[in-house]
């Protein structure tokens, strides 16, 4: 009876710890998706992208920023909190627990109360780019609004998310050069004062689609008024993979 309850003790914390590691490769890979969400940037569905009815400019289309970054992280953060909470029961690993969940605490009150995102709106005169930024419960809206007769040019281009010299990620951004830009100061540390910045990496599209469309609005004037159908979201279906390769190689 005695090494049968002995066995049964030992099998048991080998699954505490295995369930462990677990939810701890589990929580690693949440955060690592949420830092850099590649893995399900090409797979976001048509459905997020909406018609919208705008008093100054009319019917458009509003392509609103991706959220799987932001509730990524509150699923990790209330994991680790869970995973702190149960840590801080265990005799062994007892006071590790209490450091864990109130670390993951701080990220998740950080990760709510200081929010960002940019939303791409699309109308038959022209383009806004809406951002958003919060502290707690102060939001803060700044529009930039660009007529597609003042485009110049339109630069795909890469950048760093982290300034520091070889950290971060490499993500896409889209530089446009317009007539009678005027940005006062950079919005985005990307703007400069002669070209805005649109991180098209954090739109709920595909972003060849996206640049796809502006190009388009910019070459046929007479056809804009498409943006203000009832079917103007369809106009940013992602284009077939092989137009895919084509376009990165060129």
């Known amino acids: ?87 801080s029961r265990s005799e062994q690993l007892g006071p590790v627990g209490p450091p864990i969940a109130g670390i993951a605490a701080v990220v998740l009150v950080v990760t709510l109360g200081f929010r960002s995102s940019v939303e791409l709106r699309l109308f038959a005169d022209g383009f806004v780019r809406r951002r958003r930024s919060a502290v707690f419960f102060f939001p803060r809206t700044h529009d930039v609004m660009v007529r597609w007769d003042n485009v110049e040019q339109y630069e795909a281009s890469t950048y760093r998310t982290s300034e520091k010299r070889g950290s971060g990620f490499t993500e896409p951004v889209l530089y446009i050069r317009a007539a009678g830009l005027d940005i006062d100061r950079p919005r985005d540390r990307l703007d400069e004062s002669d070209r805005m910045a649109i991180r098209i990496h954090l739109l709920a599209a595909e972003p060849n689609a996206i640049l796809s469309l502006m190009k388009w609005c910019s070459d046929n004037p007479t056809d804009r008024a498409r943006m203000t159908g009832y079917d103007a979201p369809d106009l940013l279906t992602p284009p077939p993979p092989r137009e895919r390769l084509e376009r990165s190689r060129s």
């Open 1 to 87: 009876m005695r090494s049968t309850a002995g066995r049964l003790e030992l099998r048991g914390e080998n699954d505490w710890y295995t369930n462990g590691s677990i939810a701890v490769l589990a929580l690693g890979l949440c955060v690592w998706i949420g830092l850099n969400d590649n893995v399900i940037r090409w797979g976001v569905p048509i459905r997020f992208v909406r018609r919208i009815e705008d008093d100054a400019h009319g019917s458009g289309v509003s392509i609103p920023p991706r959220r799987a970054r932001l509730w990524l992280m509150v699923c990790a953060a209330i994991a680790a909190m869970g995973l702190g909470g149960a840590l």
